[in-house]
């Protein structure tokens, strides 16, 4: 599956590896210890960036005023 940002496709493809291997062989083992916290990092910040540029921010800033919803974004 694609990301919101082209750019992010690889990032997302990573990270997504990373945590489908901690939690097949990990998670579910019982070792519950976050890994890939800096690739989802890295794939969070470029999905911001690519929200903004795209200008979704703004809409999600509507919805919220709406729904009274709040992100961290």
Same mark, same amino acid.
Request: net charge positive.
């Given at each position: ?7 992010? =496709? ?13 939690? =097949? ?6 070792? =519950?210890?976050?890994?890939? =916290? ?14 903004? $540029?795209? %200008?979704?921010? %703004? ?6 005023? $709406? ?7």
């Amino acid at each position: 599956m694609e990301s919101i940002g082209k750019n992010c =496709t690889p990032l997302k493809h990573e990270y997504d590896a990373c945590f489908n291997k901690w939690y =097949t062989e990990k998670f579910l083992k019982g070792e =519950t210890t976050p890994e890939c =916290t800096e690739l989802f990092e890295k794939y969070r910040q470029c999905v911001v960036a690519a929200i903004k $540029e795209q %200008k979704v921010d %703004k809409m999600l800033s509507e919805a919220q005023k $709406e729904t009274k919803f709040q992100s961290k974004i």
